[in-house]
Protein backbone atom coordinates (compact mmCIF):
# COMPACT_ATOMS: atom_id res chain seq x y z
CA UNK A 1 0.00 0.00 0.00
CA UNK A 2 1.53 3.43 -0.77
CA UNK A 3 1.55 6.18 0.69
CA UNK A 4 0.28 9.33 -1.44
CA UNK A 5 2.22 12.84 -0.82
CA UNK A 6 0.57 14.57 2.49
CA UNK A 7 -1.17 18.04 1.39
CA UNK A 8 0.55 21.45 3.37
CA UNK A 9 -2.45 21.80 5.62
CA UNK A 10 -4.90 20.13 7.01
CA UNK A 11 -8.17 22.21 7.90
CA UNK A 12 -10.81 19.82 10.36
CA UNK A 13 -13.98 20.17 11.48
CA UNK A 14 -16.19 18.67 13.48
CA UNK A 15 -20.29 19.51 13.24
CA UNK A 16 -21.56 22.48 15.55
CA UNK A 17 -23.04 21.18 18.26
CA UNK A 18 -26.47 22.18 18.66
CA UNK A 19 -26.54 24.63 22.23
CA UNK A 20 -30.10 23.13 22.67
CA UNK A 21 -29.08 20.04 25.07
CA UNK A 22 -26.73 17.62 26.17
CA UNK A 23 -24.03 15.58 23.83
CA UNK A 24 -24.47 12.56 24.27
CA UNK A 25 -22.47 9.27 23.25
CA UNK A 26 -24.00 8.91 20.01
CA UNK A 27 -22.85 12.28 18.94
CA UNK A 28 -19.35 11.46 20.17
CA UNK A 29 -19.16 8.79 17.95
CA UNK A 30 -21.08 10.54 15.43
CA UNK A 31 -18.36 13.38 14.84
CA UNK A 32 -16.01 14.52 17.69
CA UNK A 33 -13.88 11.61 18.46
CA UNK A 34 -12.98 10.64 14.98
CA UNK A 35 -11.91 14.25 13.76
CA UNK A 36 -10.15 14.49 17.20
CA UNK A 37 -8.32 11.20 16.28
CA UNK A 38 -7.35 12.62 12.60
CA UNK A 39 -6.37 15.60 14.39
CA UNK A 40 -3.59 14.49 16.21
CA UNK A 41 -2.45 12.03 14.00
CA UNK A 42 -1.55 15.07 11.63
CA UNK A 43 0.05 16.96 14.45
CA UNK A 44 1.85 13.85 15.59
CA UNK A 45 3.16 13.75 11.55
CA UNK A 46 4.45 17.48 11.76
CA UNK A 47 1.79 18.48 9.47
CA UNK A 48 0.67 22.37 10.19
CA UNK A 49 -3.28 21.21 10.97
CA UNK A 50 -6.36 23.57 12.68
CA UNK A 51 -9.48 21.64 14.12
CA UNK A 52 -12.65 23.86 14.18
CA UNK A 53 -15.75 23.66 15.96
CA UNK A 54 -18.20 26.30 17.89
CA UNK A 55 -20.95 25.81 19.32
CA UNK A 56 -24.51 26.77 16.62
CA UNK A 57 -26.59 28.68 18.69
CA UNK A 58 -29.22 30.07 16.81
CA UNK A 59 -32.58 28.69 15.38
CA UNK A 60 -36.02 28.20 16.26
CA UNK A 61 -35.85 25.38 18.77
CA UNK A 62 -33.40 27.22 20.80
CA UNK A 63 -35.94 29.95 21.17
CA UNK A 64 -38.90 27.45 22.26
CA UNK A 65 -36.40 26.05 24.65
CA UNK A 66 -35.49 29.19 26.20
CA UNK A 67 -39.15 30.62 26.49
CA UNK A 68 -39.71 27.09 28.59
CA UNK A 69 -36.77 27.66 31.30
CA UNK A 70 -37.48 31.56 31.44
CA UNK A 71 -34.20 32.87 30.18
CA UNK A 72 -33.13 34.85 27.92
CA UNK A 73 -31.94 33.53 24.63
CA UNK A 74 -28.06 33.84 25.18
CA UNK A 75 -28.25 32.76 28.75
CA UNK A 76 -29.46 29.55 27.24
CA UNK A 77 -27.29 29.30 25.00
CA UNK A 78 -24.01 30.60 26.89
CA UNK A 79 -25.36 27.49 28.97
CA UNK A 80 -25.16 24.69 26.92
CA UNK A 81 -21.60 26.23 25.49
CA UNK A 82 -20.18 25.75 28.48
CA UNK A 83 -21.43 22.46 29.35
CA UNK A 84 -20.56 21.20 25.82
CA UNK A 85 -17.17 22.46 26.46
CA UNK A 86 -17.10 20.60 29.37
CA UNK A 87 -17.83 17.15 27.87
CA UNK A 88 -15.32 17.71 25.02
CA UNK A 89 -12.36 18.54 27.14
CA UNK A 90 -13.13 15.40 29.94
CA UNK A 91 -13.55 13.20 26.47
CA UNK A 92 -10.24 14.53 25.20
CA UNK A 93 -11.66 16.07 22.50
CA UNK A 94 -8.84 18.96 21.81
CA UNK A 95 -10.02 21.75 19.41
CA UNK A 96 -7.75 24.43 18.52
CA UNK A 97 -11.03 26.55 18.96
CA UNK A 98 -14.21 26.36 20.09
CA UNK A 99 -16.37 29.75 19.41
CA UNK A 100 -19.66 30.60 19.29
CA UNK A 101 -22.22 31.74 16.70
CA UNK A 102 -24.08 34.15 18.70
CA UNK A 103 -20.62 36.16 18.89
CA UNK A 104 -20.65 39.24 16.94
CA UNK A 105 -17.32 37.81 15.06
CA UNK A 106 -19.44 35.54 13.66
CA UNK A 107 -22.12 37.72 12.37
CA UNK A 108 -19.12 39.99 10.82
CA UNK A 109 -18.34 37.60 8.70
CA UNK A 110 -21.60 35.43 8.29
CA UNK A 111 -22.86 38.92 6.37
CA UNK A 112 -19.67 39.17 4.21
CA UNK A 113 -21.03 35.81 2.80
CA UNK A 114 -24.73 37.60 2.62
CA UNK A 115 -23.04 40.13 0.52
CA UNK A 116 -20.94 38.47 -1.25
CA UNK A 117 -23.68 35.52 -2.48
CA UNK A 118 -25.99 38.56 -2.83
CA UNK A 119 -24.08 40.85 -5.31
CA UNK A 120 -23.57 37.54 -7.61
CA UNK A 121 -26.95 36.69 -8.20
CA UNK A 122 -27.09 34.10 -5.94
CA UNK A 123 -29.52 35.52 -3.37
CA UNK A 124 -33.04 36.34 -4.46
CA UNK A 125 -36.52 37.45 -2.67
CA UNK A 126 -39.49 35.35 -3.01
CA UNK A 127 -42.73 34.75 -1.90
CA UNK A 128 -43.89 31.50 -0.36
CA UNK A 129 -46.23 30.12 1.70
CA UNK A 130 -46.29 29.80 5.64
CA UNK A 131 -48.37 29.16 8.67
CA UNK A 132 -49.35 31.64 10.54
CA UNK A 133 -51.12 31.42 14.58
CA UNK A 134 -54.38 33.43 14.81
CA UNK A 135 -54.25 32.73 18.70
CA UNK A 136 -50.50 33.62 19.45
CA UNK A 137 -49.98 36.43 16.31
CA UNK A 138 -46.89 34.29 15.44
CA UNK A 139 -45.48 32.95 11.98
CA UNK A 140 -44.94 29.34 12.51
CA UNK A 141 -41.63 28.35 10.48
CA UNK A 142 -39.77 25.20 11.21
CA UNK A 143 -40.04 24.01 14.58
CA UNK A 144 -42.51 26.37 15.61
CA UNK A 145 -45.19 24.16 14.17
CA UNK A 146 -45.87 20.10 14.38
CA UNK A 147 -48.18 18.14 12.58
CA UNK A 148 -48.71 14.73 10.92
CA UNK A 149 -46.43 13.80 8.18
CA UNK A 150 -47.32 13.78 4.81
CA UNK A 151 -45.42 11.30 3.57
CA UNK A 152 -45.36 8.72 6.14
CA UNK A 153 -48.14 9.75 8.34
CA UNK A 154 -45.86 10.12 11.45
CA UNK A 155 -48.26 11.68 13.64
CA UNK A 156 -45.19 14.10 15.14
CA UNK A 157 -42.96 15.27 12.59
CA UNK A 158 -41.99 19.08 12.73
CA UNK A 159 -41.99 21.53 10.20
CA UNK A 160 -38.42 21.41 9.17
CA UNK A 161 -37.67 17.57 9.28
CA UNK A 162 -39.80 13.87 9.92
CA UNK A 163 -37.42 12.50 12.31
CA UNK A 164 -39.38 9.17 11.23
CA UNK A 165 -38.65 9.21 7.79
CA UNK A 166 -36.52 11.88 7.60
CA UNK A 167 -38.05 13.73 4.90
CA UNK A 168 -37.17 17.70 4.11
CA UNK A 169 -40.94 18.85 5.74
CA UNK A 170 -42.42 21.88 3.55
CA UNK A 171 -44.71 22.82 6.69
CA UNK A 172 -47.51 24.05 4.80
CA UNK A 173 -48.01 20.25 3.49
CA UNK A 174 -48.05 18.96 7.44
CA UNK A 175 -51.87 17.49 7.77
CA UNK A 176 -53.33 18.87 11.47
CA UNK A 177 -50.22 21.42 12.35
CA UNK A 178 -50.29 22.54 15.88
CA UNK A 179 -48.52 25.86 16.91
CA UNK A 180 -45.53 24.62 19.21
CA UNK A 181 -45.96 28.22 20.86
CA UNK A 182 -49.75 28.38 22.49
CA UNK A 183 -50.45 24.50 21.32
CA UNK A 184 -53.32 26.06 19.23
CA UNK A 185 -54.69 24.25 16.02
CA UNK A 186 -56.29 27.74 14.93
CA UNK A 187 -53.70 27.74 12.31
CA UNK A 188 -53.85 29.83 8.45
CA UNK A 189 -51.64 30.09 5.17
CA UNK A 190 -50.18 33.16 4.66
CA UNK A 191 -47.88 34.67 1.95
CA UNK A 192 -44.29 36.11 2.90
CA UNK A 193 -41.23 37.36 1.49
CA UNK A 194 -38.29 35.42 2.21
CA UNK A 195 -34.94 35.37 0.85
CA UNK A 196 -34.01 32.26 -1.14
CA UNK A 197 -30.33 30.85 -2.05
CA UNK A 198 -30.06 30.15 -5.51
CA UNK A 199 -28.89 27.02 -5.24
CA UNK A 200 -30.50 26.10 -8.78
CA UNK A 201 -27.84 28.58 -10.67
CA UNK A 202 -24.77 26.40 -9.87
CA UNK A 203 -25.96 23.37 -10.42
CA UNK A 204 -23.73 22.75 -13.29
CA UNK A 205 -20.60 23.91 -11.73
CA UNK A 206 -21.51 21.93 -8.08
CA UNK A 207 -21.23 18.64 -10.22
CA UNK A 208 -18.32 19.45 -11.95
CA UNK A 209 -16.87 19.76 -8.22
CA UNK A 210 -18.71 16.97 -7.08
CA UNK A 211 -18.14 14.07 -9.73
CA UNK A 212 -14.75 14.66 -8.84
CA UNK A 213 -15.14 13.00 -5.76
CA UNK A 214 -16.19 10.00 -6.75
CA UNK A 215 -14.38 7.14 -5.38
CA UNK A 216 -12.17 8.99 -2.25
CA UNK A 217 -15.35 9.67 -0.87
CA UNK A 218 -17.87 7.26 1.45
CA UNK A 219 -20.23 4.19 -0.30
CA UNK A 220 -22.68 6.01 2.46
CA UNK A 221 -22.07 9.67 1.13
CA UNK A 222 -21.24 9.89 -2.75
CA UNK A 223 -24.54 8.08 -4.03
CA UNK A 224 -26.34 10.11 -1.03
CA UNK A 225 -25.52 12.88 -2.94
CA UNK A 226 -25.36 11.87 -6.42
CA UNK A 227 -29.17 11.20 -6.14
CA UNK A 228 -30.21 14.43 -4.64
CA UNK A 229 -28.01 16.29 -7.00
CA UNK A 230 -27.94 14.42 -10.39
CA UNK A 231 -30.79 16.16 -11.73
CA UNK A 232 -31.14 20.02 -10.05
CA UNK A 233 -30.31 21.84 -7.26
CA UNK A 234 -33.26 23.17 -5.42
CA UNK A 235 -33.26 26.98 -3.98
CA UNK A 236 -34.00 27.10 -0.03
CA UNK A 237 -35.08 30.13 1.95
CA UNK A 238 -32.22 31.61 4.18
CA UNK A 239 -34.35 33.89 6.23
CA UNK A 240 -37.06 33.77 8.70
CA UNK A 241 -39.23 36.41 10.81
CA UNK A 242 -37.90 35.59 13.87
CA UNK A 243 -36.58 37.94 16.79
CA UNK A 244 -33.04 36.15 17.26
CA UNK A 245 -30.53 35.05 14.89
CA UNK A 246 -28.24 37.78 12.81
CA UNK A 247 -30.27 40.62 11.14
CA UNK A 248 -30.89 40.20 7.00
CA UNK A 249 -27.99 43.21 5.82
CA UNK A 250 -30.37 44.87 3.26
CA UNK A 251 -32.47 47.50 3.50
CA UNK A 252 -36.72 47.02 4.56
CA UNK A 253 -35.87 43.63 6.41
CA UNK A 254 -36.71 44.82 9.86
CA UNK A 255 -37.87 41.47 11.85
CA UNK A 256 -35.97 38.96 9.22
CA UNK A 257 -32.99 37.13 10.41
CA UNK A 258 -30.72 34.78 8.26
CA UNK A 259 -31.78 31.44 9.21
CA UNK A 260 -29.46 28.71 11.09
CA UNK A 261 -28.65 26.43 8.80
CA UNK A 262 -27.15 29.41 6.77
CA UNK A 263 -24.92 30.88 9.15
CA UNK A 264 -24.07 27.94 10.89
CA UNK A 265 -21.58 25.94 9.15
CA UNK A 266 -19.75 29.53 8.34
CA UNK A 267 -19.01 29.69 11.80
CA UNK A 268 -15.62 26.95 10.84
CA UNK A 269 -14.89 30.16 8.93
CA UNK A 270 -15.46 32.80 11.39
CA UNK A 271 -13.99 30.82 14.30
CA UNK A 272 -11.23 30.08 12.44
CA UNK A 273 -10.39 33.87 11.96
CA UNK A 274 -11.00 34.41 15.16
CA UNK A 275 -8.30 32.00 16.27
CA UNK A 276 -5.85 33.30 13.65
CA UNK A 277 -6.25 36.92 15.14
CA UNK A 278 -5.66 35.62 19.16
CA UNK A 279 -2.85 33.59 18.36
CA UNK A 280 -1.27 37.36 16.68
CA UNK A 281 -1.05 34.77 13.74
CA UNK A 282 0.17 36.77 10.23
CA UNK A 283 -1.85 34.32 8.34
CA UNK A 284 -4.59 35.23 6.09
CA UNK A 285 -8.04 33.13 7.17
CA UNK A 286 -9.18 33.07 3.82
CA UNK A 287 -5.89 33.36 1.63
CA UNK A 288 -3.82 30.92 3.72
CA UNK A 289 -6.76 28.58 4.84
CA UNK A 290 -10.33 28.24 3.68
CA UNK A 291 -9.51 28.96 -0.21
CA UNK A 292 -6.01 27.46 -0.54
CA UNK A 293 -5.91 24.84 -2.67
CA UNK A 294 -3.01 23.53 -0.76
CA UNK A 295 -5.61 22.72 2.21
CA UNK A 296 -6.89 19.41 2.84
CA UNK A 297 -9.91 20.29 4.06
CA UNK A 298 -12.17 17.52 6.08
CA UNK A 299 -15.71 17.73 7.67
CA UNK A 300 -16.43 14.91 10.13
CA UNK A 301 -19.76 14.71 10.42
CA UNK A 302 -22.97 12.12 11.17
CA UNK A 303 -25.30 10.99 8.54
CA UNK A 304 -28.15 13.70 9.25
CA UNK A 305 -25.90 16.42 8.62
CA UNK A 306 -24.69 15.08 4.74
CA UNK A 307 -27.05 17.30 2.62
CA UNK A 308 -25.84 20.78 4.91
CA UNK A 309 -21.99 19.51 3.95
CA UNK A 310 -21.68 18.19 0.91
CA UNK A 311 -24.61 20.16 -0.84
CA UNK A 312 -25.02 23.27 0.55
CA UNK A 313 -21.90 24.85 2.33
CA UNK A 314 -19.84 23.52 -0.62
CA UNK A 315 -21.81 25.47 -2.92
CA UNK A 316 -22.14 28.59 -0.40
CA UNK A 317 -18.26 28.74 -0.26
CA UNK A 318 -17.69 28.41 -4.36
CA UNK A 319 -20.28 30.40 -5.38
CA UNK A 320 -19.47 33.06 -2.79
CA UNK A 321 -15.80 32.63 -3.66
CA UNK A 322 -14.54 33.25 -0.10
CA UNK A 323 -13.61 29.07 0.39
CA UNK A 324 -13.33 26.01 -1.08
CA UNK A 325 -15.65 23.06 -1.24
CA UNK A 326 -14.70 19.88 0.63
CA UNK A 327 -12.12 17.57 0.28
CA UNK A 328 -13.75 14.81 2.47
CA UNK A 329 -16.60 14.34 4.24
CA UNK A 330 -16.32 11.49 5.84
CA UNK A 331 -20.06 11.04 7.58
CA UNK A 332 -20.95 8.41 10.37
CA UNK A 333 -24.14 6.35 10.75
CA UNK A 334 -25.75 6.88 14.09
CA UNK A 335 -24.86 4.76 16.91
CA UNK A 336 -27.96 3.66 19.30
CA UNK A 337 -27.97 2.87 22.94
CA UNK A 338 -29.05 -0.88 23.65
CA UNK A 339 -30.46 -0.93 19.64
CA UNK A 340 -32.89 1.90 20.65
CA UNK A 341 -32.22 5.36 19.57
CA UNK A 342 -31.36 7.94 22.29
CA UNK A 343 -34.05 9.76 24.02
CA UNK A 344 -33.55 12.25 26.71
CA UNK A 345 -36.99 12.80 26.99
CA UNK A 346 -38.04 8.84 27.72
CA UNK A 347 -35.04 8.82 29.50
CA UNK A 348 -32.95 5.70 27.52
CA UNK A 349 -29.94 7.91 27.57
CA UNK A 350 -26.82 8.08 29.17
CA UNK A 351 -24.97 11.12 30.68
CA UNK A 352 -21.71 11.73 28.76
CA UNK A 353 -20.73 13.38 32.09
CA UNK A 354 -21.61 10.83 34.61
CA UNK A 355 -20.56 8.26 32.23
CA UNK A 356 -16.48 9.25 31.73
CA UNK A 357 -16.01 10.97 35.76
CA UNK A 358 -17.51 6.95 36.24
CA UNK A 359 -15.38 4.89 34.06
CA UNK A 360 -12.77 7.50 32.80
CA UNK A 361 -11.78 8.69 29.60
CA UNK A 362 -9.26 6.18 28.36
CA UNK A 363 -12.19 3.66 28.81
CA UNK A 364 -15.18 5.39 27.03
CA UNK A 365 -12.77 6.39 23.99
CA UNK A 366 -11.70 2.88 23.69
CA UNK A 367 -14.97 1.45 23.14
CA UNK A 368 -16.59 3.91 21.59
CA UNK A 369 -13.99 4.39 19.00
CA UNK A 370 -14.20 0.31 19.06
CA UNK A 371 -17.65 0.42 17.34
CA UNK A 372 -17.63 3.70 15.63
CA UNK A 373 -20.68 3.16 12.93
CA UNK A 374 -18.27 4.03 9.81
CA UNK A 375 -20.58 2.56 7.02
CA UNK A 376 -23.45 1.25 9.11
CA UNK A 377 -25.37 2.24 12.32
CA UNK A 378 -23.84 0.47 15.75
CA UNK A 379 -25.16 0.26 19.23
CA UNK A 380 -23.79 1.12 22.22
CA UNK A 381 -24.04 -1.79 24.60
CA UNK A 382 -23.31 -2.05 28.69
CA UNK A 383 -22.18 -5.15 28.59
CA UNK A 384 -20.26 -5.28 25.55
CA UNK A 385 -18.52 -2.04 27.15
CA UNK A 386 -17.54 -4.34 30.08
CA UNK A 387 -16.56 -7.35 28.32
CA UNK A 388 -14.36 -4.91 26.17
CA UNK A 389 -12.65 -2.70 28.25
CA UNK A 390 -11.63 -5.91 30.93
CA UNK A 391 -10.91 -7.98 28.54
CA UNK A 392 -9.00 -6.24 25.91
CA UNK A 393 -7.38 -3.06 27.11
CA UNK A 394 -7.29 -4.26 31.00
CA UNK A 395 -5.96 -7.48 30.14
CA UNK A 396 -3.70 -7.60 27.34
CA UNK A 397 -2.79 -3.96 26.98
CA UNK A 398 -3.14 -2.95 30.89
CA UNK A 399 -1.79 -5.93 32.48
CA UNK A 400 1.29 -6.11 29.58
CA UNK A 401 2.19 -2.46 30.69
CA UNK A 402 1.59 -3.13 34.27
CA UNK A 403 3.96 -6.66 34.32
CA UNK A 404 7.00 -5.45 32.12
CA UNK A 405 7.08 -1.85 33.37
CA UNK A 406 7.09 -3.23 37.11
CA UNK A 407 9.14 -6.01 36.91
CA UNK A 408 12.14 -4.28 34.66
CA UNK A 409 12.08 -1.46 37.54
CA UNK A 410 12.07 -4.01 40.43
CA UNK A 411 15.21 -5.89 39.14
CA UNK A 412 17.04 -2.99 37.16
CA UNK A 413 16.58 0.05 40.15
CA UNK A 414 19.15 2.20 38.83
CA UNK A 415 18.56 1.68 35.36
CA UNK A 416 19.30 -0.34 32.28
CA UNK A 417 22.21 0.01 30.24
CA UNK A 418 22.35 0.06 26.30
CA UNK A 419 23.90 -3.34 25.59
CA UNK A 420 20.11 -5.09 26.15
CA UNK A 421 18.93 -3.28 23.79
CA UNK A 422 20.93 -3.81 20.79
CA UNK A 423 19.53 -7.54 20.08
CA UNK A 424 16.19 -6.24 19.80
CA UNK A 425 16.41 -3.26 17.92
CA UNK A 426 18.01 -5.10 15.01
CA UNK A 427 15.37 -7.86 14.90
CA UNK A 428 13.21 -9.35 12.55
CA UNK A 429 10.06 -8.00 15.40
CA UNK A 430 11.14 -4.72 14.97
CA UNK A 431 10.57 -4.80 11.23
CA UNK A 432 7.15 -6.13 11.96
CA UNK A 433 6.82 -3.26 14.53
CA UNK A 434 7.68 -0.63 12.22
CA UNK A 435 5.63 -2.23 9.52
CA UNK A 436 2.26 -2.16 11.89
CA UNK A 437 2.71 1.71 12.62
CA UNK A 438 3.04 2.49 9.39
CA UNK A 439 -0.21 0.49 8.55
CA UNK A 440 -1.66 2.70 11.41
CA UNK A 441 -0.49 5.78 9.84
CA UNK A 442 -1.85 4.64 6.79
CA UNK A 443 -5.54 4.11 7.94
CA UNK A 444 -5.71 7.06 9.59
CA UNK A 445 -4.42 8.87 6.28
CA UNK A 446 -7.46 6.86 4.65
CA UNK A 447 -9.69 8.13 8.23
CA UNK A 448 -10.48 4.53 8.52
CA UNK A 449 -10.51 4.86 12.67
CA UNK A 450 -12.02 1.56 13.32
CA UNK A 451 -9.16 -0.20 11.50
CA UNK A 452 -7.33 2.16 12.77
CA UNK A 453 -7.73 1.10 16.71
CA UNK A 454 -8.09 -2.50 15.91
CA UNK A 455 -4.43 -2.26 14.43
CA UNK A 456 -3.29 -0.69 17.90
CA UNK A 457 -5.13 -3.46 19.92
CA UNK A 458 -2.91 -6.32 17.59
CA UNK A 459 0.05 -4.49 18.39
CA UNK A 460 -0.86 -4.95 22.07
CA UNK A 461 -1.78 -8.43 21.56
CA UNK A 462 1.87 -8.94 20.14
CA UNK A 463 3.73 -7.36 23.02
CA UNK A 464 1.86 -9.34 25.29
CA UNK A 465 1.88 -12.53 23.75
CA UNK A 466 5.68 -12.01 23.60
CA UNK A 467 6.21 -11.13 26.83
CA UNK A 468 4.23 -14.00 28.32
CA UNK A 469 6.30 -16.61 25.67
CA UNK A 470 9.81 -15.24 27.05
CA UNK A 471 8.58 -15.63 30.94
CA UNK A 472 11.42 -13.28 32.25
CA UNK A 473 10.26 -13.83 35.60
CA UNK A 474 11.19 -17.42 35.66
CA UNK A 475 14.22 -16.52 33.04
CA UNK A 476 15.47 -14.35 35.42
CA UNK A 477 16.52 -17.25 38.12
CA UNK A 478 18.48 -18.78 35.53
CA UNK A 479 20.28 -15.62 33.36
CA UNK A 480 19.48 -11.94 34.50
CA UNK A 481 21.08 -11.09 30.86
CA UNK A 482 18.97 -12.49 28.73
CA UNK A 483 15.91 -11.73 31.09
CA UNK A 484 17.28 -8.35 30.69
CA UNK A 485 17.30 -8.56 26.79
CA UNK A 486 13.29 -10.06 26.93
CA UNK A 487 12.28 -6.64 29.30
CA UNK A 488 14.46 -4.00 26.90
CA UNK A 489 12.72 -5.34 24.20
CA UNK A 490 9.41 -5.45 26.14
CA UNK A 491 9.79 -1.86 27.34
CA UNK A 492 10.43 -1.10 23.69
CA UNK A 493 7.00 -2.27 22.61
CA UNK A 494 5.45 -0.22 25.77
CA UNK A 495 6.96 2.61 24.34
CA UNK A 496 5.57 2.44 20.82
CA UNK A 497 2.44 1.66 22.28
CA UNK A 498 2.52 5.11 24.17
CA UNK A 499 3.57 6.77 21.32
CA UNK A 500 0.74 4.62 18.95
CA UNK A 501 -1.80 5.27 20.92
CA UNK A 502 -1.72 8.88 21.40
CA UNK A 503 -4.13 10.18 18.78
CA UNK A 504 -6.98 7.10 20.24
CA UNK A 505 -5.93 7.19 24.12
CA UNK A 506 -4.54 10.55 25.04
CA UNK A 507 -4.74 9.80 28.80
CA UNK A 508 -3.63 6.39 28.68
CA UNK A 509 -0.59 7.55 26.10
CA UNK A 510 0.77 10.20 28.79
CA UNK A 511 0.59 7.32 31.75
CA UNK A 512 2.68 5.25 29.38
CA UNK A 513 5.23 7.98 28.17
CA UNK A 514 5.60 9.08 31.61
CA UNK A 515 8.08 6.43 32.20
CA UNK A 516 10.10 7.36 29.36
CA UNK A 517 10.12 11.47 29.32
CA UNK A 518 13.59 11.05 30.42
CA UNK A 519 14.92 9.99 27.17
CA UNK A 520 11.87 10.96 24.46
CA UNK A 521 11.40 14.21 22.66
CA UNK A 522 8.45 15.41 20.50
CA UNK A 523 10.97 15.02 16.94
CA UNK A 524 12.00 11.15 18.41
CA UNK A 525 8.06 10.85 18.85
CA UNK A 526 7.59 11.95 16.00
CA UNK A 527 9.51 8.94 14.36
CA UNK A 528 8.58 6.43 16.08
CA UNK A 529 5.04 7.11 15.57
CA UNK A 530 5.58 7.33 11.41
CA UNK A 531 7.27 3.91 12.35
CA UNK A 532 10.92 5.01 11.93
CA UNK A 533 12.10 3.28 14.76
CA UNK A 534 16.02 3.23 13.32
CA UNK A 535 15.64 6.20 16.17
CA UNK A 536 15.38 3.80 18.78
CA UNK A 537 19.38 3.28 18.74
CA UNK A 538 19.66 7.60 19.50
CA UNK A 539 16.33 6.96 22.12
CA UNK A 540 17.95 3.93 23.93
CA UNK A 541 21.66 5.22 23.53
CA UNK A 542 22.36 5.72 27.04
CA UNK A 543 19.86 2.79 28.43
CA UNK A 544 16.74 3.42 30.04
CA UNK A 545 16.13 3.94 34.16
CA UNK A 546 12.04 3.85 35.04
CA UNK A 547 11.99 6.85 36.93
CA UNK A 548 8.33 6.92 37.82
CA UNK A 549 6.92 4.68 40.40
CA UNK A 550 4.79 2.28 37.89
CA UNK A 551 1.02 1.87 38.94
CA UNK A 552 -2.19 0.11 37.08
CA UNK A 553 -2.87 2.19 34.06
CA UNK A 554 -6.31 0.56 32.91
CA UNK A 555 -8.24 -0.22 36.11
CA UNK A 556 -11.09 -3.00 35.36
CA UNK A 557 -14.75 -2.33 35.27
CA UNK A 558 -16.79 -4.13 37.60
CA UNK A 559 -19.80 -6.20 37.51
CA UNK A 560 -22.19 -4.34 39.91
CA UNK A 561 -21.69 -0.69 38.22
CA UNK A 562 -22.31 -2.25 35.33
CA UNK A 563 -25.72 -4.08 36.81
CA UNK A 564 -26.36 -0.28 37.58
CA UNK A 565 -26.10 1.22 34.86
CA UNK A 566 -27.85 -1.48 32.96
CA UNK A 567 -30.67 -1.21 35.41
CA UNK A 568 -31.38 2.78 34.81
CA UNK A 569 -32.54 1.81 31.36
CA UNK A 570 -34.87 -1.02 31.76
CA UNK A 571 -36.50 0.78 33.92
CA UNK A 572 -37.44 3.21 30.99
Known amino acids: MSQKPSPKRHLITSALPYANGPIHFGHLAGAYLSADVYSRHKKLLGEKTL ?27 DKWHAEHGEVFKKYGVEFDYFGQTSAPYHA ?4 KWFHELNDRGFIEPQDSQQLYCNDCHNH ?46 NIK ?50 TRDLDWGIDVPLENCEGKKLYVWFDAPIGYVSNTKKLLE ?44 RAKGADHVPANQFLNLEGKQFSKSTGHYVDALEAVDEFGQTALRYYLLSILPEQTDSSFSWEQFQAKVNNELANNIGNFLN ?17 FYKDFLKSEELKVLSEDLIEVNQLLNE ?17 NNYFSEQAPWALIKEDKEKAGKVLAASSVYALCLGVVMQPFL ?20 SKIYQGKLDVLEEVFQNGHCLEHDVNALVPKIQDETITEYAAKLEKV
Open 51 to 77: FICGSDEHGVAIMLNAKKAGIDYQQYV
Open 108 to 111: EETI
Open 140 to 185: LPDRFVEGTCYVCDYETARGDECPNCGEFIDPVRLKNPVCKICSSQ
Open 189 to 238: EVTVTQYYLMLSKYHEEFRKWFEAKKGSWRKTVWPYVDSLTKEELKDRAI
Open 278 to 321: ERGSQEDYLKDWWNNEETDLTHFIGKDNIIFHTIIFPTMSMASG
Open 403 to 419: RCLKFTQKHWKEGMASE
Open 447 to 463: QSFKKGIEKVMVIGNKA
Open 506 to 525: PDLSVGILQHFDNILDEEKK
